[in-house]
């Protein structure tokens, strides 16, 4: 990896549409994430964080239209074949995304799909091949990575099919690695533990990390900087500790006030959003 | 459900099946008013004539008895006799089932060959012009019989550039040795025929099971590891797309017996299906009966090995535990 | 441009059937009679010329739509009035509120009996009618609706779980009304729709098969005209005039083209993700 001047991944300008009616949906959006840095990204449904994954890895439907630049390592994306993208992916960048039941191939053993990502980029024998899929198995906490790897996905339960997405996305060591709501779907109990080996995996792979989440509380755990996201644009963007104690925008106040619940004195009443950001009847947004 | 007993349950409705269909062939031929034996030996046939064919053959005894005989037969393996001509349905059948079996399987591979690509082109290609002439050219597959299609290929390829001849057959394997030549050109004009109508409605099937493939989760994931949408589609989607592949082809299988029998007639192939047609002709009820339950047994056999192989095709039918179950 | 095949498809359709009706009352000349040289080139007189017995093709494809209609309508009536109201009750035997495992057991055994038909296609149960009773335009009606039954069976039982799942169906049955009251007020006006697209997509098999038939002789006997019988007699002079045999079968692919189309076309007006009609 040839060490530049530039970060890792640098956007600029990112500007998503769809359909023949161009409604776009990201409004030239930029911001960086630097090597080994991990960034989250908050926002409410609608507010256009999965869209922005989905570009990045170059993953959007047919009938997207995507304008200005995506930089990894330097390297232009927007505008790259199928071909070429497709040599990055599972490669220097991967994707882990949000409900790990249906996201395996039903008719293939855990540990072939596994193997098919380490194989398509590396060129591995048969049999070390299964040796790194079992160690990497093991890796994401699978107990007895032997007996998950002959296994179909039916056979394993939400947790377990998601620590076989990570590592299906972490066995060859990407430089970036970009998450959407990868625990929103698990158990609570299962959460916290899927969140530690993320961030345990991350620092040994020495990768960096784009952690998309409604889930503020959630992101400031595995995160150092946060973006917020407010219909299709960035509106806050900085540390963990800035945000939650200088939040610049008024959506980003109320979200921080919204996300400390236990900090509010008995008596008051709570806050909601509304209180910092509100949208009119006309849709026009600002403070109150 | 353990796997044995999924098995046998299937076992159980092919049997059950099978003695419906016969009894619905039997009740059809025999039942319909009507002197059985009048009726074969036609409104001109003396009436002591109608009387020894009757005794002959135990027309007299109720139809239960006959139905009871019948079925009774085919636990040896007899399909019965012809009353016209006292040959066994078997013998007549035996020497034609061979073309019958080629023209079929040929013409479900060459279908197969065709619709799969086609179906994959009008799934990737769905918004664009690639899969909208993909998807029409099905369209005109899907309106064409399959006899006109037959026609049309002899008027362009036998009448026209006399390429191929225009009927007939010539066995394989003859008494002076292999016609590979001679048995081959007379099959490619008939297997054609049948292969675009099959072809075009495989093709639905593909483009539709594939559409779905492109927007389940696991093809994204399969994407997002480094896959190009060709090769995802290919390694996973056509295993999981198989299933819906499957089970049309085997609903298909009835009316590609059909095709064929109307396609042997158009190109005078001596197979069951002009076995068939002559004896409905000559009113030899035996013949039609045998031979009309020979085909529908082999099509309730081939459903009864499609819906076998599922459990060998997914996974998820093999533990017995459905779909969508997790155990911890 | 998106509701393209369906105009397209309803006026093929209306082509077809105006032929049909239209030659009740009018067609260029009788399409018994010979009115012109045998084989004769298309000209002003015959725009499509003459057969091998030197009538007047135009005239006697205009009447073969007669059959080919007929056939079609009477065969999918027959298929809708013995489908349907099997796959109502077994649809809502297998509902919610059915009488649980009993219930469940009617449906099933209803759907299974029912699936043995599907190894008959129509063809072959013409044959054996034909084998029994002689081939007429009944026996081809008979064979071609019974074959279709299971088809309809299935797409309304199919459509009656999906609308027996549905809150109203609930609320009818809580307030009084019968089983077959709510089957009839309720149930059917909803599932009519997915019944008619299947109506449209039956029909065009239909005729598929009834061109077969004719072209075997297991259908209308002559001297009424068929298309698919005109196919037969063209493809006996196909090597001095292959033209005699185009045009019937082109009658025949634009009548099941119209039908397909228009089949496609309501199903996408009703719910593009509609997949179970088959």
Known sequence: MTPSAEPLLVVRDLRVAFGRARNEVLHGLSFTVGARER??????????????????????????????????????????????????????????????????????????QVAEVLRLHQDTPHGTARERVVAMLGEVGLADPERVADAYPHALSGGQRQRCVLAMALINRPDLVICDEPTTALDVTVQARVLRLLD?????????????????????????????????EIVEDGSVGDVFTRPRHSYTQGLVATARLDQVPPGTRLPTVEDFYARDAGGRRGAP | MSLTSAVLRRL????????????????????????????????????????????????????????AAWIGGLATGDLGTSYLTGESVVSQVAPRLGVTLWLVSFAIVVALVVAIPQGMVAAMFRRRWQGAVASAASQLGLAVPAFYAGILLVVVFAVKLRWLPAN?????????????????????????????????????????????????????????????????????????????????????????????????????????????????????????????????????????????????????LRDGGGRGGGSR | MKRAPLYLGAVLVGLVVLAALGSLVW????????????????SFAHPVGTDHLGRDVISRLLVGARATVAVGVVAVALAAGGGVPLGLIAGMSDGRYAQGRRGAWLSEAL??????????????????????????????????????????????????????????????????????????????????????????????????AEAGLSYLGLATPPPTPTWGRMLREGQNVLFGAPEQALWPGLAIAVAVLGLNLLGDGLRDLLDPRLREVS
């Open chain 1, 39 to 112: 960034v989250g990204v908050i926002g409410e449904s609608g507010s256009g964080k999965s869209v922005t994954a989905l570009a990045v890895m170059g993953l959007l439907a047919e009938n997207a239209t995507v304008a200005g630049s995506v930089r990894l390592h330097g390297r232009e994306l927007v505008g790259l074949g199928d071909r070429e993208l497709s040599a990055l992916r599972g490669d220097q960048l991967s994707m882990v995304f949000q409900e790990p039941m249906t996201a395996l191939d039903p008719t293939m053993t855990v540990g072939r």
């Open chain 3, 27 to 42: 067609t260029p000349y009788d399409p018994a009679a010979i009115v012109g040289p045998k084989l004769a080139a298309p």
């Open chain 3, 111 to 208: 759907m299974r009996a029912v699936d043995v038909l599907y190894a008959f296609p129509a063809l072959l149960l013409a044959i054996l009618l034909a084998a029994a009773v002689g081939a007429s335009t009944a026996t081809a009606m008979v064979a071609i609706g019974v074959a279709t039954i299971p088809a309809f069976a299935r797409i309304a039982r199919a459509a009656t779980l999906t609308v027996m799942t549905q809150d109203f169906v609930l609320a009818a049955r809580a307030s009084g009304t019968s089983v077959g009251a709510t089957a009839v007020r309720h149930v059917l006006p909803n599932i009519a729709p997915v019944l008619g697209v299947q109506a449209s997509v039956s029909f065009g098999i239909a005729i598929l």
């Open chain 2, 12 to 67: 159980l409705l092919f049997a059950a099946s099978l003695v419906g269909a016969s009894a619905l062939i039997f009740v059809a031929v025999n039942a319909l008013p009507g002197d059985v034996a009048q009726v074969m030996l036609g409104t001109g046939a003396s009436p002591e004539a109608v009387a020894a064919l009757r005794e002959r053959y135990g027309l007299d005894r109720p139809a239960i008895v006959r139905y």
């Open chain 2, 168 to 316: 007939g057959y010539r066995p394989l394997i003859g008494d002076d040795g292999w016609h590979v030549r001679e048995w081959a050109e007379r099959l490619v004009l008939p297997v054609a025929s049948l292969a675009v109508v099959q072809a075009s409605v495989l093709t639905r099937y593909v483009r539709s099971a594939f559409v779905e493939v492109l927007s389940e989760d696991w093809f994204r994931t399969a994407r997002s590891v480094g896959w190009t949408r060709w090769r995802a589609l290919w390694r996973h989607g056509v295993r999981n797309a198989a299933i819906s592949v499957v089970t049309v082809l085997g609903l298909q299988l009835a009316t590609m017996l059909v095709g064929a029998i109307v396609v042997e007639q158009v190109f005078s192939l001596p197979g069951l299906g002009t076995l068939l047609l002559t004896a409905v002709g000559n009113r030899d009820l035996q013949l039609v009966q045998g031979v009309v339950l020979l085909l529908v047994g082999a099509v309730l056999v081939i459903n009864l090995l499609v819906d076998l192989s599922y459990l060998a095709i997914d996974p998820r």
């Open chain 1, 200 to 232: 345990a995996e991350l620092d040994a792979a020495e990768a960096a990390c784009l952690f998309i989440s409604h889930d503020l509380a959630v992101v400031s755990q595995v995160c150092s900087r946060i973006l917020v996201m407010l219909d299709g």
